[in-house]
């Protein structure tokens, strides 16, 4: 993994999630039917890839974190994917995506799209500007087939939350750091590392905190953040720092934006590193 101590820049790290796998990620709502209509797939592309990946979704919605959208990397990034091999699906026939908010605000609804295959997928874009205006919401999303012969079927629902930007993030703390140095005599039995409260957070959001001595890191250790308005906490042990007096450690943390530990949305918080030199 990039060492990231030397930035002090907040960002994405840019891991190489698992490519999406049409044939492992394709939901069915009647698993005896595979020809019927299905729920739409959530997807985002990745530029510098040149791929498609799918979100994590907690119990009752796959979860787009906010500081994805509009990012470099992401821009216009997130799709809408309609399985074309149901049988009722006919080429000539028209599809059309729907985005709507639990809270009544103002659907999204994309212009119908002709279809001219029944094998694959349909992928229609979502832009950044309108998935901004659904920050903090429950979506439903479908697909309405619309046959040649007239009619309009609507498909299964599949639910998205945008989740709120996180808040200020706040410093590391490290037991026993006075005046930028941890006397490790004074603490035998490991310290604590804590991560205060951080605004918007859910119970889905991990946090990941790495010890880095001179350049190299020591220790990593990964917590969900269950209850997420309390401080987190977790202990090093006294054989990752006792070895290494008189050198200088680094202490920062990451955060898992997405659900299920996605490794595509970590997000490094270096402007809240701590640094001290070992006694």
């Known amino acids: 993994m990039e060492n990231t101590r030397a930035s002090s820049t907040d960002g994405f790290v840019f891991l190489a999630p698992e490519p999406f796998n049409p044939e492992l990620t394709r939901t069915s709502v009647d698993n005896q039917n595979p020809a019927a209509l299905q729920p739409p797939l959530i997807m985002y592309y990745r530029k510098s890839e040149d791929k498609y990946f799918g979100f994590g979704a907690s119990p009752d919605a796959v979860i787009i974190p906010r500081e994805m959208i509009g990012e470099v990397t992401y821009r216009d990034s997130i799709t809408t994917w309609i399985s074309l091999s149901p049988s009722e699906v006919q080429i000539g026939d028209e599809i059309r995506v729907d985005w709507t908010p639990m809270d009544g605000s103002p659907v999204f609804r ?98 990941e905190v790495l010890w880095d001595v001179d350049g190299y890191y020591r220790q990593r250790l990964r917590g969900m953040t269950v209850n997420p308005q309390e401080v987190m906490s977790f202990h090093i042990a006294p054989a990752v720092y006792k070895p290494f007096v008189g050198k200088r450690v680094t202490v920062v943390y990451q955060i898992y934006l997405g659900a299920e530990l996605a490794s595509h949305f970590i997000w490094t918080v270096n402007s809240r590193r701590v640094s001290f030199v070992l006694s």
């Not at 309009?152 to 706040?170: I, N, Q």
């Not at 590392?193 to 889905?204: A, K, L, Q, T």
């Open 110 to 207: 994309s212009e119908p799209r002709k279809v001219d295959s029944n094998e694959g997928f349909m992928r229609v874009a979502i832009p950044d500007d309108v998935l901004i205006g659904f920050e903090g919401k429950r979506v439903e999303v479908i697909y309405v087939h619309l046959p040649q012969a007239g009619g309009a079927l609507p498909s299964p629902s599949r639910y998205v939350y945008v989740a709120p930007e996180l808040g200020d993030k706040p410093y590391v703390q490290v037991e026993g750091v006075v005046d930028g140095v941890l006397d490790t005599s004074a603490h035998p039995n490991g310290v604590e590392v804590s991560i205060g409260p951080i605004e918007n957070m859910r119970d889905y959001n991990a946090i």
